[in-house]
């Protein structure tokens, strides 16, 4: 990573990665901001949202985007990345709907959402912050293992370790195809946040500090970018 910082636990990595977010949109009240989800960068959202509110931070012309999505999901199922965002950063900051660049969990044709989504990122001027969390399985979006991946917005079939994510435990329906923003999107971002926490994650950790740059683990293709961040919480890692 261009730069590793370490937390001594979850809650001060989040502090630190509220923080990035703070400066990112103090500097620019209408910046562009990729969200992950799940337990990663619940909490660096949860201090985001109080401290926007305490410090009477402008956030109403921040535009939020979603990095992924599972397929085949009511948007109001409690699993969806749509409802995690909206519960976690739009409905506590009032962002209005103009402001979230999202995909369609029940998209009747997914290649044409794809589509879809690349047009309207396409036409963002910049972006100025993506946040990400690493896979149980070194995935970084929903960009699997494998020998290739894609630039641009495509679906993915699930590898079933993917499969296992806690936020698809809030659901009874059987998930195995996702849709994700590819790797030429995300290197878009001006700066890059990635948070490594997660105990069943620890069996990757010797990918942050050495040389290795491979498809097979994803999220080591960010060693490439100039502004990645990588905060990383050292009762995980």
Same mark, same amino acid.
């Given at each position: 990573m261009n730069k590793l910082v370490y937390?001594?636990?979850? &809650?001060?990595?989040?502090?630190?990665?509220?923080?990035?977010?703070?400066?990112?949109? $103090?500097?620019?009240?209408?910046?562009?901001?990729? =969200?992950?989800?799940?337990?990663?960068? $619940?909490?660096?959202?949860? =201090?985001?949202?109080?401290?926007?509110?305490?410090?009477?931070? &402008?956030?109403?012309?921040?535009?939020?985007?979603?990095? &992924?999505?599972?397929?085949g999901l009511e948007p109001t199922d409690e699993a969806t990345c749509e409802f995690f965002i909206r519960r976690e950063l739009l409905d506590p900051l009032g962002i209005s709907e103009d402001k979230f660049i999202h995909f369609d969990s029940?998209?009747?044709?997914?290649?044409?959402?794809?589509?879809?989504?690349?047009?309207?990122?396409? @036409?963002?001027?910049?972006?100025?912050?993506?946040?990400?969390?690493?896979?149980?399985?070194?995935?970084?979006?929903?960009?699997?293992?494998?020998?290739?991946?894609?630039? $641009? @917005?495509?679906?993915? !079939?699930?590898?079933?370790?993917?499969?296992?994510?806690?936020?698809l435990t809030h659901t009874g329906v059987n998930v195995t195809r996702g849709i994700t923003m590819g790797l030429a999107e995300i290197f878009r971002g001006? !700066?890059?946040?990635?948070?490594?926490?997660?105990?069943?994650k620890a069996h990757l950790k010797d990918y942050l500090t050495d040389g290795r740059i491979t498809t097979e683990a994803p999220f080591t293709l960010l060693k490439l970018h100039p502004g990645c961040t990588c905060f990383v919480d050292r009762t995980a890692f």
């Open positions: 937390a001594e636990n979850y &809650d001060g990595m989040s502090a630190l990665a509220a923080d990035m977010m703070v400066r990112i949109v $103090r500097d620019n009240p209408r910046a562009v901001v990729v =969200i992950a989800t799940g337990g990663s960068p $619940r909490l660096a959202y949860r =201090i985001f949202c109080s401290r926007a509110k305490s410090e009477g931070i &402008d956030v109403s012309g921040v535009t939020f985007v979603k990095l &992924d999505e599972w397929l029940l998209a009747p044709d997914a290649e044409a959402e794809c589509a879809r989504f690349r047009a309207e990122f396409d @036409a963002l001027p910049a972006v100025d912050l993506v946040t990400l969390g690493i896979g149980k399985n070194g995935h970084l979006g929903l960009n699997e293992p494998s020998d290739h991946l894609f630039t $641009r @917005a495509h679906t993915v !079939e699930l590898e079933a370790k993917t499969r296992t994510h806690d936020m001006k !700066e890059i946040m990635l948070l490594a926490t997660g105990g069943e």
